[in-house]
């Protein structure tokens, strides 16, 4: 949820500091900082709260330059303790430790109160400075820096991704991953830490992913790696696909506008190779795929947010197209129930970070209710969590997704979902070659109809201005377009701050109706599908409640536009498959020019982190 980023090297470190919050924002704003050891291995340090633009202007603001070749810094996401300076990371021990923390140590508080027994005192409200002081006093009875690491982290429960220098060891960074992401990139002029690889591209394309419990000593020419049991351990160095310019924003003003205008070629990529002229590519999904999808019974979805709503509309597509029976749950439920999981269930992951803590808890929490199952995880993160702890991958190939609000990651989802779909019709011989040829022609046709969709754009911009006083509105769909509201809805709720709710259109008459007036404007998704009538209905019973209505529709739908309910139609002529990727476009854009006018921060929109990786 936090953002980290550290280095040790030949050169001042402060610019590439700042560079990395910059690119590590996404993960949380609330406040920021960093901290080096300057000639005479002393600490210096800035934090700023807001923005890492608040912490730049404060370094320019300052007399004295902070100048030094090893540092840590801090891109903040609170849990403990509001957004203040005093909060913020880096935290200092003694003046003899420093560090930054990504995570949650739960028993902080026994531990602090040990702590002050031993005359430690506290700055801060956090459960980081915790870390800071048992380190320091680890230090007393150890003769190394990382040994004395390995000392203090016995006494914490929860998680952590850690960066820790030393003013008693300058020329080393600790770095200590439990349940928070953390890699080593390794450059010509140093080495490093950071919470992701986009923190680090302008140094180097070489990257050590820790795992779980890795403990690493990081000096300008040497990295030693041990594991959770302190055993010397070789990890292997990957080299990353990512183009630095993939993470700068081009021609557009927002992160979330290029990202929705980046699905046609998101779509195409996560396409490429896994289909051929007339079928699915059954090995896209791992060389076990083909024993384990013949073998499952029925599929379970866990996930969050976004990617809860993908794995919604998956649901329908699997039990409808596939004939496989699938339940769906958020993870943060999942995790803390003792559901009941029969042999032979496939069990997917879906996430765009595959870091999502509640994701991959409920994923561990599934492994050990019964191993008789099989793991898939569907993921825009080729080295995550989920793929280390996942039996099959699937990868999205959206690219990075810097947006807060997830709309590319949603897209190809929902592309891999349908594979999924496709794949295991087949594999049950449930689907035929005809039906399947279908199918990957509709999916051929994604990128075009996107781009269609995207056209949609000035029409969509005017109807935004009529959300600009608004406080609520509802979004109504029938089957996978019920998911799609719930997207649409999300969306909205996210970066407009306006309360959106989604309901299936059919339920809207045993409570919700209620709410309906002229200030609560209802966005519906009309689809030319053998529910179109019964919508079409609900419309009525909706419109006669005086309700101001949008309605984006197939055209071939043919709802009739009457006062106070505006119809757009969107495409024509989609199927089962590509309807739900074809709808989410127009929402995409709404909630985007809704957040325009009422002048929020799109990207980062407020007490919101782009993955979460705290419970
Ligand atoms: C989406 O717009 C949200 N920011 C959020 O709901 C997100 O989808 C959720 O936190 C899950 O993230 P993941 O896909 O990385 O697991």
Redo the contacts with the bound molecule.
Sequence with gaps: MCGIVGGVTNNDITALLLEGLNRLEYRGYDSSGLIVLSKNNTFDRARSVGKVKNLEDNLKARDQKILGNIGIAHTRWATHGEPSISNAHPHISMNSVSLVHNGIIENYIDLKNDQLNKGYSFTSETDTEVIAHAIDFAMKSCNTLISSVQLAIKSFSGSYGLGIISSKYPDQIIAARKGSPLIIGIGKNGNYIASDQMALLSVTKEFIILEEGDIAEIKINKITIYDLDGILVNRPITISKLKEGQVDLGNYDHFMQKEIFEQPQAIRDTLESRITKDSVVISAFGHKAETIFKEAKQVQIV??????NAGLVAKYWLEDIAKISCNIEVASEYRYRHPMLLDHTLFIT???????AD?VEALKTAKIINNNISTLCI??SAESSLTRLSDLTFLTHAGPEIG????K??TTQLVSLALLTCTIGKLKNIINKKQEKKIIDGLKRLPGLVNEALLQEVQIKDLAIRFKDTNSALFLGRGTMHAIAMEGA??LK?ISYIHAEAYPAGELKHGPIALIDRDMPVIAIAPNDELLGKLKSNLQEVKSRGSQMIVFEDTNSKVEAMDAMEVIPVTSNLGRITAPIIFTIPLQLLSYHVALIKGTDVDKPRN?A???TVE
């Design positions: 996930a969050c947010g976004t990617s809860f879906l996430s765009q970070s595959g870091e999502t994701t993921t825009n807060v609000a997830s709309t990651a949603f999300l969306k996210e919101l782009k993955s979460v």
